[in-house]
């Protein structure tokens, strides 16, 4: 969560909180947010550092990778570099299963958010493979 936009932390913890999104483990927690405590994590967590990249893990072809998400504009929403911005999460240097979980998801339709629809659009058409692909790239960007 560090270094997430902070609207971005605030709609996930109210979608989470109001049941619009599965919070696992976190459900528990999250029905006792308040809206002022959501506005408080949403800032304590923008104003905390990004995670560092990662520096291996299997080789990522950057050129294939592009191929697959430029068309998506997927630098629209999350910017040029993928830190996020507004609504749109941070991608860079997330942990590649927590992409790929979170595309996957979209995909599917169970995954909810501000940007539901462009979501949707952007991953119906991913194969599992494109997903792996484009988590590993991301989770190694700074």
Do not use: W
């Not at 979501?119 to 991913?126: C, D, F, R």
Request: aromatic content about 6%.
């Amino acid at each position: 969560m560090a270094g997430q936009p902070d609207i971005f932390t605030q709609y996930q913890l109210v979608f989470m909180r109001d049941g619009g999104r599965d919070a696992g483990v976190m459900k528990a927690i999250v029905r006792t947010l308040t809206d002022d405590n959501i506005r408080d994590l949403g800032a304590y967590y923008a104003a905390l550092p990004p995670p560092p990249a990662l520096k291996s893990g299997g080789d990522v072809d950057a050129e294939k990778v592009n191929a697959i998400m430029k068309p998506r504009h997927c630098d629209s929403c999350h910017k040029e570099d993928f830190a996020g911005q507004g609504e749109s999460a941070r991608l860079a240097g997330q942990r590649p299963e927590y992409l790929a979980k979170a595309l996957t998801d979209f995909r599917a339709g169970t995954r909810r958010g501000r940007g539901m629809g462009a979501m949707i659009e952007v991953s119906v058409t991913l194969h599992d493979q494109d997903i792996k692909m484009i988590a590993a790239y991301l989770a190694r960007k700074p």
